[in-house]
């Protein structure tokens, strides 16, 4: 079974230009987290869907971050336009629905460098 | 709201010796917590997780946490570490009830470096 895939693994961008991150889940997964994790600091959670919809989106710091989930399967992070701040390492992780194990399955990471 | 400490930012020891990595918590409901690690250029795994009973698990590669309510502690331990378990590690919670497959909250993680 292949893992949560990230793409791509790094990315460098100038601020005010757009990047768009994704995320390829379990097969099978319903559920779907974004986190973040900025130098120095925690893990943070941005958002999660259950299937294509949004459940929770109460970390997306700002309207500059939009993220999709298409049809249920993969998703996407738009950052638009970038900014400094935004810089750090995006992790996305997946879980099924109906095994009470909680556990979150994650992806490599992709890291973001906004100069 | 919850909040995860992890009390040590960094953690050296040499091949063989025991470790204990300390986590603290605090929240005003029940959680579920976590431990999990990182690999350099892998993503995040789960090392093991407390549901519910005892308050003693084991986890993978010899691992083992001890839940303690009274001090809101998850402390990780080892009692004989290998130079393969360098590595960044990360205790984290999750709000029992309401959205059950909801976020997890992190601690900022410890980076255990074993020596020879």
């Known amino acids: 079974e292949a893992g949560v895939t990230q793409f791509p693994s790094h990315s460098v961008i100038e601020k005010g230009q757009t990047v768009t991150l994704r995320c390829d889940p379990i097969?099978?997964?319903?559920?779907l987290y974004w986190y973040r994790r900025v130098m120095g600091k925690e893990i943070k959670f941005l958002l999660h869907f259950v299937k294509e919809s949004k459940q929770d989106e109460s970390g997306m710091p700002n309207n500059r971050f939009l993220a999709e989930r298409t049809g249920g399967t993969y998703s996407t992070l738009k950052v638009q336009p970038a900014e400094l701040e935004d810089s750090g390492v995006y992790f996305c992780?997946?879980?099924?629905?109906?095994?009470?194990?909680?556990?979150?399955?994650f992806g490599p990471g992709t890291r973001l460098t906004v100069t | 709201a919850q909040s995860v400490t992890q009390l040590d930012s960094q953690v050296p020891v040499f091949e063989e010796a025991p470790v204990e990595l300390r986590c603290n918590y605090s929240s005003s409901v029940s959680v579920y917590l976590f431990w999990y690690v990182q690999y350099p250029n892998q993503g995040l795994q789960l090392l093991l997780k407390y549901l519910s009973g005892s308050t003693l698990v084991k986890g993978i590669n010899g691992f083992e946490a001890e839940f303690n309510k009274s001090q809101t502690s998850f402390h990780l331990r080892k009692p004989s570490v290998h130079i393969s378990d360098t590595a960044e590690y990360f205790c984290a919670v999750i709000r029992r009830g309401g959205t059950s497959y909801g976020k997890l909250t992190f601690g900022q993680g410890t980076i255990l470096t074993v020596h020879p």
């Open positions: 992780a997946s879980s099924q629905s109906h095994r009470f194990t909680y556990e979150q399955y």
């Open positions: 097969s099978g997964h319903d559920n």
